[in-house]
């Protein structure tokens, strides 16, 4: 049986409002998820990057709430 393991990445947009994706991993394959939108898709390569392209494109949050 596959082990899932869950992360995430979050934005704020510029209204101070706070964007998560998720990312689901099954083996090789993982599921992106928005909280904001309802936005998924899969992906195999690099989830991180598309999960911040989205919430940049789609949010416009670009501003990490880990960074200093």
Do not use: I, Y
Request: hydrophobic share 30%; aromatic share 6%; proline share 4%.
């Amino acid at each position: 049986m596959p082990q899932t393991n869950r992360s995430k990445v979050s934005r704020w947009d510029q209204h101070g409002r706070l964007h998560t994706v998720h990312v689901r991993r099954s083996g090789v394959q993982r599921t992106l998820s928005c909280d904001t939108c309802g936005w998924h898709r899969g992906a195999q390569f690099l989830p991180w990057l598309k999960a911040e392209e989205h919430l940049a494109e789609a949010h416009q949050a670009t501003v990490d709430p880990t960074a200093a």
